[in-house]
């Protein structure tokens, strides 16, 4: 396993990061869990990803649990706080009141005393983002976070952040956390450049496209029984993707990948760690065996010509706006 430096910090984060977005607490019990976790943990996995409103909570806890015994110092813990995870009106957002009680709950269930990197799931326009950044930076000051990221903010909301943070004297972003993959580039134009310049790395999230590119879901067939596409919480997501013309181009990906000596899923991901500006591209899994398969991706170099041959299969199915 490979680690890049997180933005312009000194913390490192391995290539790929374990993340429990939609299995822990859903679609796998803990044992599965755990025994995921293990094999990302075996494989040189040393970043995992997970947020406090991932399964109503429940994502926290199962990782939390799976990650007990390990030596604290030897892995970097990230979480988010944004989403209602109660019924209140205090219970949401990114006002001081939610964010470190969120803080405080994230740390019991996960069962650890400090965050390494603690991020803002979304932007919210309702709360003065002085209010976010200080709430962030007494969590730093406290112990009890150690580095703050974003995750789907905009290149314009990434950048006030990060010029009132320097004028302010708060702990600065290191983090931001898109959706990026081969079909899907929209951080390319403005996210990238405006985070290079600032000294953030992304951390990405579906470099397979919920799956699409593993080459799974043939055109003009019903999804595989059992497959993300078949679930309450994964159907909503992958639906959009989906489509007869997508699931033409991704099927030929398949020579492009045969040449590379990857498997489909393997390029999919090697695909977003060739952006300088990602860190980090987290994989999610019901099974060991796909984690195993999965960290394959990371330290492969795909030459010029092949990056070429897949912009031209996927170029008008490609989403850059």
């Known amino acids: 396993m490979k680690h890049r430096r997180l933005g312009r910090s000194g913390l490192s984060v391995s290539e790929i990061s374990y993340g429990n977005w939609i299995t822990h607490g859903d679609q796998i019990e803990a044992d599965a869990a755990t025994a995921c976790v293990r094999a990302a943990l075996d494989e040189g996995i040393t970043t995992f990803d997970t947020a406090d409103v991932y399964a109503g909570t429940r994502a926290e806890s199962v990782l939390g649990e799976a990650l007990q015994g390990v030596r604290r110092e030897s892995y970097e813990l990230f979480t988010k706080v944004y989403w209602p995870t109660g019924p209140?009106?205090?219970?949401?957002?990114?006002?001081?009141?939610h964010i470190i009680e969120s803080a405080h709950a994230s740390l019991r269930r996960l069962r650890t005393d400090h965050l390494d990197l603690y991020q803002a799931h979304r932007y919210d326009p309702t709360v003065p983002i002085e209010e976010?950044?200080?709430?962030?930076?007494?969590?730093?000051?406290?112990?009890?976070?150690?580095?703050v990221g974003v995750s789907e903010w905009s290149a314009a909301q990434i950048s006030?952040?990060?010029?009132?943070?320097?004028?302010?004297?708060?702990?600065?972003?290191?983090?931001?956390?898109?959706?990026?993959?081969m079909l899907w580039r929209t951080i390319e134009a403005d996210i990238v450049p405006v985070?290079?310049?600032?000294?953030?790395?992304?951390?990405?999230w579906s470099p397979i496209a919920q799956g699409v590119?593993?080459?799974?879901?043939?055109?003009g067939q019903p999804p595989p029984a059992g497959s993300r596409a078949t679930g309450e919480t994964g159907s909503t997501f992958i639906s959009r993707l989906l489509r007869d013309d997508v699931l033409t181009a991704v099927q030929e990906l398949r020579p492009i990948a045969a040449d590379a000596g990857l498997s489909m899923a393997q390029l999919a991901v090697a695909w977003v760690l060739q952006n300088d500006n990602v860190a980090s591209a987290i994989i999610g899994a019901s099974r060991p065996e796909q984690v195993r398969e999965n960290v394959k991706a990371a330290g492969v170099t795909l030459d010029t010509a092949l990056l070429d041959r897949i912009d031209d299969v996927l170029a008008e199915v490609v989403t850059r706006a």
């Open 88 to 97: 209140g009106e205090n219970d949401k957002g990114l006002g001081r009141k």
């Open 132 to 147: 976010t950044l200080r709430a962030f930076d007494d969590l730093v000051r406290a112990g009890k976070v150690l580095y």
């Open 160 to 181: 006030d952040a990060v010029r009132l943070a320097s004028e302010l004297g708060l702990d600065r972003i290191i983090s931001n956390q898109p959706q990026y993959s």
């Open 195 to 204: 985070s290079r310049k600032a000294g953030i790395s992304q951390i990405v």
């Open 213 to 219: 590119l593993t080459g799974k879901y043939p055109p």
